[in-house]
């Protein structure tokens, strides 16, 4: 599976967008792109994925560009509540998910 | 509601003893994993299983191992703790649609190995 980079940290202001860029340039076509997120000691939950299409749904919103090379994943009213890592994962259909560092946001009031 | 439950949330054993922990889903996936996470390594895959009487050995196996006999539950073992396996637990299991997948992590077990 296609490695991903990641900014270390971002912060976002209190119902602001927040926008985490994810770099995976090497993406093959059938490799999907997944959003995961971790709040601080809890298990890793599922935000988000994609193939080709911008995909939306209640939680965020995924643009991927059209070389499918970076990805964005949008939440578009961040809370406080929305302070986590955040982790971008490339993978094929089948195969296993392997986490990164990811990035961290940290919502500010 | 559907969900994955892990057991106990938080153990202390001593070195050498084997040590079980429990995750049991109600959602009826095939798919379960076991995950440990510390600092500085992320979440590393320990051991996975596809169905009953499937486990498959992940990126970290050595001195733990997997048994399922039914699809609601994968117990992890340490055969005989060692302060190296100090760490979170986090069991998943995968559900899937249309040929893809996501994961649900249930709530961790934090493991202290004295």
């Known amino acids: 599976d296609a490695k991903t980079t990641q900014p270390t940290s971002m912060d976002c202001a209190e119902g602001r967008a927040a926008n985490l860029p994810c770099n995976h340039s090497t993406i093959s076509g059938n490799e999907y792109v997944y959003w995961y997120r971790q709040i601080h000691s809890q298990g890793p939950q599922y935000i988000i994925h994609?193939?080709?299409n911008n995909e939306t749904n209640e939680m965020a919103s995924l643009i991927i560009t059209e070389d499918r090379k970076s990805s964005t994943l949008i939440l578009p009213h961040a809370t406080l509540r929305d302070t986590a890592v955040y982790y971008c994962?490339?993978?094929?259909?089948?195969?296993?998910?392997?986490f990164g560092a990811g990035t961290i946001l940290r919502v500010k009031s | 509601d559907a969900e994955i439950t892990q057991s106990p949330r938080h153990k202390i054993t001593e070195t050498g003893r084997q040590v079980t922990l429990a995750c049991h889903q109600t959602w009826n996936h095939n798919n379960m994993f076991w995950y440990r996470q510390d600092l500085g390594h992320g979440l590393r895959l320990i051991h996975y299983?596809?169905?009953?009487?499937?486990?498959n050995k992940g990126e970290v196996s050595d001195g733990y191992s997997v048994s399922r006999s039914n699809t609601e539950d994968l117990p992890l073992t340490l055969e005989s703790a060692a302060s190296s396996q100090t760490s979170v637990y986090f069991c998943?299991?995968?559900?899937?649609?249309?040929?893809?997948?996501?994961?649900?992590f249930g709530p961790g077990t934090r493991l202290t190995v004295t």
């Open positions: 994962i490339v993978k094929e259909y089948g195969n296993k998910l392997v």
């Open positions: 998943a299991s995968e559900a899937g649609t249309g040929g893809t997948y996501e994961q649900y």
């Open positions: 994609g193939l080709k």
């Open positions: 299983s596809y169905g009953v009487h499937d486990t």
